[in-house]
């Protein structure tokens, strides 16, 4: 099944600082098997940044792992030249995991 998984981060970038990580990070999102349909919203002022992505998993653990492993992969393989990215899931209301109703990934 298709879940829609939104995680909420907070990032040592700030201002331009952030917003320049958007673009390759979002770049390597869209490289990663497994991982559909992504998009990421962002408070530049505060370090917020809120990535969307659909999976194909067998539960909502399952997809919230598979969202977050795509996740991190993404970050590291933007390398050393953005150290100071260090995501953090917000403790309150941190992540949503939403089953849909279509294709799953990769059919």
């Known amino acids: 099944m298709n879940y829609r998984v939104t995680l909420r981060l ?3 970038a700030r201002g331009d600082d ?11 999102l869209l490289g990663l098997h497994g991982i559909e349909d ?7 002022e505060v370090g917020k940044v809120e990535a969307m992505m659909v999976v194909d998993a ?6 919230l792992e598979q ?17 100071d990215l260090h995501p953090q899931l ?3 209301d941190a ?8 294709e799953p990934v990769g059919a």
């Open 10 to 12: 907070f990032t040592n």
């Open 18 to 28: 952030l917003d320049a990580h958007l673009g390759p990070l979002y770049e390597e």
């Open 38 to 44: 992504p998009d990421l919203a962002a408070n530049v």
């Open 58 to 63: 067998e539960d909502e653990l399952d997809a």
């Open 67 to 83: 969202a977050v492993a795509g996740f991190r992969t993404a970050v590291h393989a933007l390398g050393d030249t953005h150290k």
């Open 90 to 92: 917000v403790p309150k």
């Open 95 to 102: 992540v949503s995991v939403v089953a849909e109703d279509r």
